[in-house]
C-alpha cells in the first residue's frame, strides 16, 4: 500500500485520488434562481440522503481548485434558501454534463442544455422536466467546510414536495431502482450506469443474529473455493442444517456422485464446495449448507 497525507498534496491532486476512490457518487443537479429570478442549473457529485424523517438531502458545491472561487448554486442557495434537486438518468447525462461548463453568470443553463425548466409548486427554483424524480427543497443550513480552493460548502436541505415520473413506480406506488437508469460519477471522465444489468440484490442481516463467519467451520472457512462474499452468505443464517436435514439432503444425485466417483476424501470436498459455490451464486444458501457439512456424515 502507498499512503498519502492528502493535506501535503497539490489540492487538484487530492481532489483526484478522492473523487477516483470514492464513488460511484450520485449527482445533484441542483436548480436554483438568484434575487432577479435568474435560473441556474448545474451538476453536483458531492451528494446523498442524510434523514428520511425529515427528508434531508445534502450536496457540496466545492469551491474552484484552480483560483478558490465560488460557484453561483452556493450564492443563490445562500440568498434565497431553495433549491430543486434533480436526479439524473441516462437519458440526460450528456445534457447534465453540458450544463457543467463555466458559463458566466446570468447564463441560462437550462437553456444551454436543451433541457425544459417547469414551475415548481412550493418553491421558486425550477424543476428540470426531463428528469425522472424532483425534490423541492428549503436550505436549512449552510455548513463552510474551509476557505481553500477544494473546500467543500455543504448546503443541507429539507425536501417539501417530491414529483415521481410514473413510470418508475413499482406496483405498491413506491419509486423503483431497478427502473430508474441513474448514472453516477467515478473519477476523471467516468461515470457509471445503475441499470439492471449492473444491479444486484444482497440480503439484508436477519432481524435475529446471523451465526457470522467466525462459526463457520474452519475446514470450510478456510475454502480456497469459497470467496469472502461466499462467506458472509453462509454467516448470515441464524442456525445450521441438522444431520437429518444433511442427511435427507446428502441423496441428491449429484451428491451422490461427488461420493461414488472420488478417489479420496480432499477430492470430494472440493467437489462439495465446488456445488456449494455455484448454490451460493444463486442466493440457495441453505441448499449450500447441507452441501458443505455432507463431508460431515461421511467423515471426510
Not at 498534496?9 to 434575487?35: C, M, N, W, Y
Not at 429570478?37 to 425529515?54: D, E, H, I, K, R
Not at 427528508?55 to 465560488?70: D, E, G, Q, Y
Not at 440480503?203 to 462459526?215: F, H, M
Request: charged residues 25%.
Amino acid at each position: 500500500m502507498k499512503s498519502f497525507d492528502l493535506n501535503a498534496l497539490s489540492g487538484k491532486d487530492a481532489h483526484q485520488h478522492l473523487l477516483s476512490a470514492v464513488g460511484p457518487r450520485p449527482i445533484a443537479f441542483a436548480s436554483t434562481i438568484d434575487e432577479d429570478g435568474q435560473a441556474n442549473l448545474s451538476p453536483f457529485s458531492y451528494f446523498g440522503v442524510f434523514s428520511s424523517n425529515p427528508p434531508i438531502l445534502a450536496f457540496s458545491p466545492a469551491r474552484r481548485v484552480r483560483n478558490n472561487t465560488t460557484k453561483d448554486t452556493l450564492h443563490n442557495a445562500q440568498s434565497t434558501g431553495e433549491v430543486v434537486i434533480n436526479v439524473v438518468n441516462y437519458e440526460i447525462v450528456q445534457q447534465m454534463s453540458l450544463s457543467s461548463t463555466e458559463y458566466a453568470t446570468g447564463v441560462n443553463e437550462f437553456h444551454k442544455a436543451g433541457l425544459t425548466p417547469i414551475p415548481s409548486d412550493i418553491v421558486k427554483p425550477y424543476r428540470v422536466k426531463e428528469s425522472p424524480v424532483q425534490f423541492e427543497c428549503k436550505v436549512n443550513d449552510i455548513i463552510a467546510l474551509g476557505e481553500n480552493g477544494g473546500a467543500g460548502n455543504m448546503i443541507i436541505c429539507e425536501v417539501v414536495r417530491m414529483h415521481v415520473d410514473e413510470s418508475v413506480l413499482n406496483e405498491n406506488g413506491i419509486t423503483d431502482s431497478t427502473k430508474l437508469d441513474l448514472v453516477a460519477r467515478m473519477g476523471a471522465n467516468w461515470y457509471c450506469r445503475a441499470n439492471q444489468d449492473a444491479m444486484f440484490e444482497v440480503e439484508k442481516p436477519l432481524a435475529t443474529l446471523g451465526i457470522g463467519v467466525d462459526q463457520i467451520p474452519e475446514r470450510i472457512r478456510k475454502s480456497v473455493l469459497l470467496s469472502g462474499n461466499d462467506l458472509g452468505k453462509l454467516g448470515n443464517v441464524e442456525r445450521l442444517p441438522n444431520d437429518t436435514e444433511i442427511a435427507n439432503y446428502a441423496n441428491e444425485e449429484r451428491i451422490k456422485n461427488i461420493f461414488e466417483t472420488s478417489d479420496n476424501g480432499m477430492e470430494a470436498r472440493e467437489l462439495l464446495h465446488e456445488f456449494a459455490k455455484e448454490l451460493l451464486e444463486e442466493n440457495k444458501v441453505n441448499e449450500a449448507w447441507k452441501v458443505l457439512l455432507c463431508d460431515k456424515l461421511n467423515r471426510i
